[in-house]
Structures are given as structure tokens and as C-alpha cells.
């Protein structure tokens, strides 16, 4: 069975203090590895896919990066509109899979000014 | 396009009740896909479909019904309404990635349901 765990389960950060999101995963085969933002009230929004260990995606001060058991998403100077929910999802090889995704229960990060 | 489309935005039951819970999308993506979210987790899947008359159960099917008629069109249905049922339900739609490639799923924006 495929599993994503997100830690830590909340993050509050000062304007311009950098951290990170862990995305620990188990999974018969990745296919893609998934970093969605979700605001409240909203639908998840995609933001990165990974496909393999050593790939690296870079988005304005977001980065996600990808070994064979995890994904981190690395947060640069965040400014306040950066406050949001991330999930992490992967994706398993297989014809029968649907291409469903297994999601992580989300890291709510909070940037204060 | 209008992308993924859900309605209604709200909706409050009571037990017992029936309802049904609309996705509409407008990119001929063949999959569609609906989620529960419960507050402060992740999300769920419920059923999926990979075409027009086909259909799958997910993680979470029971109380839950479904059917594909259309490529646009992936309704949920409810029969029997319960408090466990209280949540907000997200429909999705995968655009095909390259052969081999992992698929991206797209979101409508949410219905959040009460049971009372």
C-alpha cells in the first residue's frame, strides 16, 4: 500500500526565514511525485511534479527536490502570501492504477510580516 | 475553459437525506476523479473514472455512488446522508502526460457538505 507522510503538521515562520517541508514516501514504483498548494476554502493547485531521485523543480522562492524515499519543498525568504497549505502526493506505475494519487496530510505553513 | 467546475458550493443535509454533488469539466480529460477532506487531513479518494461508463472505487467508497455517462460529467451521488459524511468533496480531471510520464490531476474549487 502507498503511503505519504508530511511533517512537520504545521510551520510558522517570520517573513524572510527560510525553511523546509518534508515528504517521506513508500510506493510500488513511482511514477510522479506531486507538491500541491491549497488555500483555505480552495481546491488544491499543482505546483511541481517529480519524476525521479536527484531531479529539482524551482518556482519563484519555492524549490522541490526529490531522493528515493522522500521530496522536500525548500521555501526561500517566504513573504506572507506564501501562507498556505502543501500537500504531497505520489503516483505508482501500473496500467490499473487509474492514475490515482496517495496523498500526505498537508504541512500549513504560516508566514508572518 | 472554465477548467473544473463543481456545484453547489454549500450544501447542508440532514440525515438520512439524499443528494447529489455535480463535476463538470471542459477539457476532454478522459480521468475524473472525487476526493473527501476532512479538516486537518489529506485527501481521500473515493471513486474514479478512467472513461465514459467506467468506474472504480477508491480508498473510501462506501455510501458513496457514482456513474460516467459523459466524458464532461462525473456526479456523486449520496443516499443516505450520515454525520461521517460531513466533509468537503473535491472532483479532479487529469490531463494524459507524456507515455511514461506521471499525469497531472487538476481540481474544481469544492463542496462542502454538513450532515446534521
Known amino acids: 500500500e502507498d503511503q505519504v507522510t508530511q511533517s512537520p503538521e504545521a510551520l510558522r515562520l517570520q517573513e524572510g526565514e527560510s525553511s523546509s517541508l518534508n515528504c517521506s514516501y513508500t510506493?510500488?514504483?513511482?511514477?510522479?511525485l506531486f507538491w500541491y498548494r491549497q488555500d483555505p476554502g480552495k481546491g488544491p493547485e499543482f505546483l511541481f511534479t517529480?519524476?525521479?531521485a536527484g531531479e529539482e523543480k524551482e518556482k519563484e522562492r519555492l524549490k522541490a527536490t526529490l531522493t528515493k524515499k522522500e521530496s522536500f519543498l525548500h521555501i526561500t525568504a517566504p513573504k506572507p502570501e506564501d501562507s498556505a497549505t502543501y500537500l504531497c502526493?505520489?503516483?505508482?506505475?501500473?496500467?490499473?492504477?487509474?492514475?490515482?494519487?496517495?496523498f500526505g496530510e498537508g504541512t500549513q505553513l504560516t508566514v508572518n510580516p | 475553459n472554465a477548467g473544473v467546475t463543481q456545484t453547489p458550493k454549500f450544501r447542508i443535509l440532514k440525515i438520512g437525506q439524499s443528494m447529489t454533488l455535480q463535476c463538470t469539466q471542459d477539457?476532454?480529460?478522459?480521468?475524473m476523479y472525487w476526493y473527501r477532506q476532512d479538516p486537518g487531513m489529506g485527501l481521500k479518494l473515493i471513486y474514479y473514472?478512467?472513461?465514459?461508463?467506467?468506474?472504480d472505487k477508491g480508498e473510501v467508497p462506501n455510501g458513496y455512488n457514482v456513474s460516467r455517462s459523459t466524458t464532461e460529467d462525473f456526479p456523486l451521488r449520496l443516499e443516505l446522508a450520515a454525520p461521517s459524511q460531513t466533509s468537503v468533496y473535491f472532483c479532479a480531471s487529469i490531463l494524459r502526460g507524456l507515455a511514461g510520464r506521471a499525469d497531472t490531476q487538476y481540481f474544481g474549487p469544492g463542496t462542502r457538505l454538513t450532515v446534521l
Open positions: 473514472s478512467v472513461g465514459a461508463g467506467i468506474t
Open positions: 502526493a505520489v503516483q505508482a506505475r501500473g496500467e490499473t492504477s487509474g492514475s490515482r494519487l496517495t
Open positions: 477539457m476532454n480529460h478522459n480521468y
Open positions: 510506493v510500488s514504483g513511482l511514477r510522479g
Open positions: 517529480l519524476y525521479s
